[in-house]
Each structure stands twice: as C-alpha cells, then as structure tokens.
C-alpha cells in the first residue's frame, strides 16, 4: 500500500514537470504608487495570464501596498516591458515558478518511518492519517465527521483533550480554507502531533489538553486541497460549479455569513475572491459553520493561512475597532513574541481591515460576531520569497514557531473564562 502511495505520488509530480504548467512563470512584486500605476495593473490583468497572490485580486490593489502576482511565461516580458515604461518599480520574486515548485519537495529527505510530519501530503494521506492518529490515542482524540464538501469527501474534525465526561472549555482551529497554502494543514497535522506527544511529559501542554478541548479541522476546503496536488498548484477556492458561469469555485473565506460580500469580496465567479451566490453557499463552510453555532463552549477562534508572516483578527469588514480592541491586540503582540523568540521571525499584527485590507464574510469575523471574543487568523512564513511554494525544509521550523503562539493564545485563555 505505502509503494503504490509512492508511486501515484511520484506519477503527480512527473506529469506537471513534464507539462510545464508553469515553465517559466514569475512572480513580480509591484510598488504601485499613483492612478497610472494602478490602470496597468488592472489592464494587465484583463489582458496576460495573471494570478495575484498578495492581495488576492485585482480588485483589491492599491497605492500603499505591495503587490506580488505570478505571471504567464508568455506574458512576462511585455509586462515587464510596461512596467518599465511606465516607471513602475518592481522585484522579481521568483524567476521561474516550475522550477521552484519541483524544488519544494525534499529529495534528500532519508525516508523516516511513520508518517512524516516535515512533508506535505496528498489528501487520502492525511485522511489514513487522521483515522490512525485517533486509533493511536484514544484518550485524547476523538474524531468528527461535520459534513462533506461539494464532491463528497469528508471533512473531519478532531477533538483533542483529555477525556473527562463533561464537556470543557474549547479553542476551534481551522486549516486549509484556502487549498493552495500547503503550509497550513501541515500545521494542523503538527499541533495535533505535538499534543499527543507531549501530554504526560510537557507541563503546560499537559494542563491545557486536561482543561480545554482543541477542536481542530485539518482540512476544510478538501476538494480545493485536492485539486491543488492534481491539477493546478495555486488553485484557491472551492470546486463548486456555478450555474451560468465558465467559472468553477468560491472563496470560502469570503462566504461566511459577516456583512457578506459588502467589501473586499467579488460578485463574479471567476475572481479568486468570488463570494459566493449567497453566505454559507459551500457545503465546506456550512459544515464548519454550522458545528461552531451548535457546539456549547468554544472560547477561541485560530484559522490559519499563508502566506506574509502576520497575527490578523477582527474587524475585517470594518475600520471600526472591535470593543476589545485592546486585549486582541495586547494578545496579538505577545503571541508574536513568543513565536519569534524561536527563529527571530518575524510578524505584523493588528485588526485585519487596518492591516491588510478591508474584506468581509471572513471566518474570524463571523466567529467573533457569534461571541467568541478571542478570534485570530494566523498568517504563516514567508513574506514573499517562496509564497504559497514554501520548501518542505522549512515545515518544522514554522510549525515549532508557531505552536509557541498558538500555545501562548490557549494559556490566555484558559486563564481569562468568560
Ligand atoms: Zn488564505
């Protein structure tokens, strides 16, 4: 069974590397700074092969921020061209995309036994995985089924913390909305991992998993997931059809029911930031949706994404500052330090609207809104220089990081009941 795993593991790679989806694609990082600027970029994106990383869309570019987007091999030069012309400075951040993305995996990588954690896995791997782990530990991990996505795979959730026969205190951790940020299902692995082996010997983790519950989804946009290892690498949304339209996918992280789709979101379906044809259209967010609504307890949201290394929380549909602007915020602050004690990475933290841009039926959003005061959407390593093609080398030290945050958050809130 592994062999076989392997072999359609390797079929993958091969047949992208032998298309050459990506041959010669690069990823640009603009600065635009006047109207001019701004009217290329849109024009560029109307007329070449672009897809926008940072920020997701087109239609949220503006003058005081940067912008990095991929662009088709046979785009480049012109636009590059144009760029020049105009007098609109730019970096290349990555000079050949399909290069970069066969280097992302770890070849020199000594096969370890079990499942290895520093890798990033298929789908029906993480699926054998989340049935093993639960097995393995019975006194800790109980796993969910919440619903299942738009082409029927399941999506799990696994509740990890010490069995007591009443229900406790709960921190909801999300990964994977977005199926192209590989790094963050990857964390949700990691962070489960990291419980169950430290329970018994590790203090502080040992009283959380004896006061609280971590509900943790390692994958909520599974079809996306999967599409993003098969067919297109920076594949975003869902994979629900969209009557009318050529256009296949929704955002989930625009879909959820918080001043939906008012800013910061898109009406057509083939923008990246799609919203969907009404809140909680996905079958994935529903799911999702619907188990938080009806669990009792759940003290803190954690959702997490990449990439550009910031601790975001509400609002992000508004300017306006939450009434516990200044807790989050203190919160945010300390959270980051700690994760930047480990390797001196470092995050920008603040409310999403100021910090990034302002978009609305976000997650964190919609859970802060239904009472869940402590609501944090992780953005993980890097800023820009592997983007969504983070190597496999770097999934332990961003895991080990991270945890120290998420940790750091559990402790405030098992120390703050509301
Ligand atoms: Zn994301």
Redesign the pocket.
Known sequence: MEALLFLGFVAIISVEAAVGKYAGDKVLRLRPENEQHLQFIRHVSHSAEVDFWQPHSVELVTTNRSVDFRIGAGWASEVQAGLNKIGLKYDILIENVQNLMEKQFDRNKTDSTGYDYEKYHRWDEIESWIAKITIENPKLVSRFKIGHSYERRSIYLLRVGKRTGFMKPAIFLDCG??AR?WISPAFCQWFVKEAVRNYGSDPAMTTLLNKLDFLVVPVINVDGYVYSWARDRFWRKTRSRNPGSRCVGTDP?RNFDAKWCSIGASRDPCDDIYCGSHAESEKEVKAVAGFIRQYCCIKAYLTI??YSQMCLFPYSYTYSLTPNYKELNTMASDAVKALSSLHGTQYEYGPAAIIIYPSAGGSDDWAYDLGIKYSFTFELRDTGTYGFLLPESQIRPTCEETMLAINYIATYVLNHPY
């Open positions: 909305i977005h940020e992280n994404h990449s």
